[in-house]
């Protein structure tokens, strides 16, 4: 329904043309690929994969294509996250759509636009972050395919409905899921679960 009512109002704009739509992390990927647009609207928390899992893997497969993520999660994290993705655009669905149809606008013209609430604080993370971020964080422990593993292992889908999904034998699965607990130092699903929560790699 929310999909249906943005397509209706960002349509309304004669300089936009919606191209597709899509359900989850992975219909998004494959959207994307197939059609290649100039920007691509995700969410935060996407079944599957995330909105800020889906960006990162972008440049692979639609180097031209900038990204825009439109949640309800206005947590200064999530925006300084997303930035660190290489997202050029966060933006709150609470804001007008004028306001994010102007957004759109400036991320196709090669600006950054992060919603106004978030915008300072956000800025001062990442110049904060800069300066002392020196240590190793589960982003880049484990490779792009173990975290959308255990995205889905945080899900509680099981190793056959993972494997049936990104088309790997189930044996696969559980080899990734192995070397994920090795890497962490986790060795149990709750607990899996958990770092998935914490780290925000899925949310509740």
Not at 71 to 79: L, N, R, S, V, W
Not at 165 to 191: C, E, Q, W, Y
Request: charged fraction near 25%; aromatic fraction near 4%.
């Amino acid at each position: 329904m929310f999909r249906q009512g943005l397509r209706t109002l960002l349509e309304a704009a004669q300089d936009i043309e919606i191209l597709g739509e899509a359900s989850d992390g992975q219909e998004s990927l494959k959207g994307i690929e197939k059609y290649q647009p100039d920007i691509a609207i995700l969410d935060i928390a996407m079944p599957g994969l995330s909105g800020i899992e889906v960006a990162k893997r972008l440049p692979k497969i639609a180097p031209d294509t900038k990204t825009m993520i439109l949640t309800m999660h206005g947590d200064t994290f999530f925006a300084v996250e997303a930035l660190r993705a290489k997202v050029q655009g966060f933006m709150l669905k609470e804001e007008s759509i004028d306001y994010l149809v102007q957004g759109i606008r400036k991320v196709a013209a090669g600006e950054i636009v992060v919603t106004p609430s978030l915008e300072k604080a956000v800025f001062k993370e990442l110049q904060n972050s800069q300066r002392k971020h020196n240590g190793v964080t589960s982003n880049n422990i484990l490779t792009p395919r173990e975290t959308e593993i255990l995205q889905l292992v945080a899900e509680g889908m099981t190793n056959q409905e993972i494997a049936d999904l990104l088309f790997i034998s189930p044996a696969t699965v559980d080899t990734h899921r192995k070397n994920i607990m090795t890497k962490l130092d986790i060795h149990s699903v709750a607990g899996l679960v958990k770092h998935a929560i914490r780290h925000k790699i899925v949310t509740l």
